[in-house]
């Protein structure tokens, strides 16, 4: 989980107690969609991640092939 997006959840989690203690919907709403921005820019994370590890794995055996055929 990047700081960022920990920040986020953390941001909504707090905005979204505080909206239900005070009985602010308005506030209450904010906090859920700024959890859910939190946990979406995690999980994109994890797919940049997961390309990037990918590609890199194929651009290896690329180079491998090319190697042996060098």
Do not use: C, Y
């Amino acid at each position: 989980m990047s700081k960022d997006s920990a920040k986020q959840q953390t941001k909504g989690k707090l905005n979204q107690a505080a909206g239900k203690v005070t009985g602010d919907k308005q506030r209450e709403t904010k906090g859920k969609s700024q959890d859910l921005l939190g946990k979406a820019k995690d999980k994109l994370t994890d797919v940049k991640d997961k390309a990037s590890e990918k590609t890199g794995t194929a651009v290896d055996k690329m180079k491998d092939k090319l190697d042996k055929h060098s």
